[in-house]
C-alpha cells in the first residue's frame, strides 16, 4: 500500500526557516518525480514544486522561487522542501504527492499524503 | 485569480447529473496540454478523479467522466450521491508560466 506521511510544520515567525519531510512506503520512491502542494487555510491547491526521481530536475512555482529548496534521498525513501524567508502567504497545508504522466508538461498527482501545517505569523 | 476558472459552486438533487467548468487559455488548455481533476472531501487531501482529461484511475466509478475542447474542460458526475459532495478542482500546465497550474475549485452541494 501506498503511503506519505508529512512533517516538520508549525508555528515559525516571518522571516524563519523550516524543512519539511514526506516519508514514502509501499512503492519504488527513486522511479517517481515527486511534487509538494499546499493549501491555504480555506483557499484552493498551489503547486509549490516538483522534483525527478534522480533527483536531478527541480521545478518550482515563481511564489517560491529563491526561497524554497526540495530535495530527496532515495536511499532513506524520504522527500524534503527546505522553506526559508518565510512569510505570511506562505501559510498552508504543505501536501506531498507522487507524480505520473511522464514529463513536466504533463504531471499529475497520482497519490497525496494527508498534509502537514506550515503557520507563519509572530 | 487562478489561471483556470472554475465555478465556486454547484448544486444538485441526488440522483441528478451536475456538471463542472474548468476554463483556459491559448498558454494551458488551449495547448493542448492535458487536464486532471481531483475531488477533495471536506477534512481530507485532494484525490486524483480523472487524467489526461478523460481517463479514470483505478477505483473512480464511471459516474464520474471527463472531456475537453478547445481552451475548456469539463467533469461531469452522474447518479449524484450525497457522498459526492466536495471540492473539485481542475490541473493543467501553463507554458506561460512553465508551470503546473490549478483551478480555483467548485464546492459541489448535492442538495
Known amino acids: 500500500e501506498v503511503q506519505l506521511l508529512e512533517s516538520g510544520g508549525g508555528l515559525v515567525q516571518p522571516g524563519g526557516s523550516l524543512r519539511l519531510s514526506c516519508a514514502a512506503s509501499?512503492?519504488?520512491?527513486?522511479?517517481?518525480?515527486m511534487s509538494w502542494v499546499r493549501q491555504a487555510p480555506g483557499k484552493g491547491l498551489e503547486w509549490v514544486s516538483a522534483?525527478?526521481?534522480?533527483?536531478?530536475?527541480?521545478y518550482y512555482a515563481d511564489s517560491v522561487k529563491g526561497r524554497f529548496t526540495i530535495s530527496r534521498d532515495n536511499s532513506k525513501n524520504t522527500l524534503y522542501l527546505q522553506l526559508n524567508s518565510l512569510r505570511a502567504e506562505d501559510t498552508a497545508v504543505y501536501y506531498c504527492?507522487?507524480?505520473?504522466?511522464?514529463?513536466?508538461?504533463?504531471?499529475?498527482?497520482?497519490?497525496w499524503g494527508q498534509g502537514t501545517l506550515v503557520t507563519v505569523s509572530s | 485569480q487562478s489561471v483556470l476558472t472554475q465555478p465556486p459552486s454547484v448544486s444538485g438533487a441526488p440522483g441528478q447529473r451536475v456538471t463542472i467548468s474548468c476554463t483556459g487559455s491559448s498558454s494551458n488548455i488551449g495547448a493542448g496540454y492535458d487536464v486532471h481533476w481531483y475531488q477533495q472531501l471536506p477534512g481530507t487531501a485532494p484525490k486524483l478523479l480523472i487524467y489526461a482529461n478523460t481517463n479514470r484511475p483505478s477505483g473512480v466509478p464511471d459516474r464520474f467522466s471527463g472531456s475537453k475542447s478547445g481552451t475548456s474542460a469539463s467533469l461531469a458526475i452522474t447518479g449524484l450521491q450525497a457522498a459526492d459532495e466536495a471540492d473539485y478542482y481542475c490541473q493543467s500546465y501553463d507554458s506561460s508560466l512553465s508551470g503546473v497550474v490549478f483551478g480555483g475549485g467548485t464546492k459541489l452541494t448535492v442538495l
Open positions: 504527492a507522487i507524480i505520473s504522466g511522464g514529463s513536466y508538461s504533463n504531471y499529475y498527482f497520482d497519490y
Open positions: 509501499g512503492f519504488t520512491f527513486s522511479s517517481y518525480a
Open positions: 522534483i525527478s526521481g534522480s533527483g536531478d530536475s527541480t
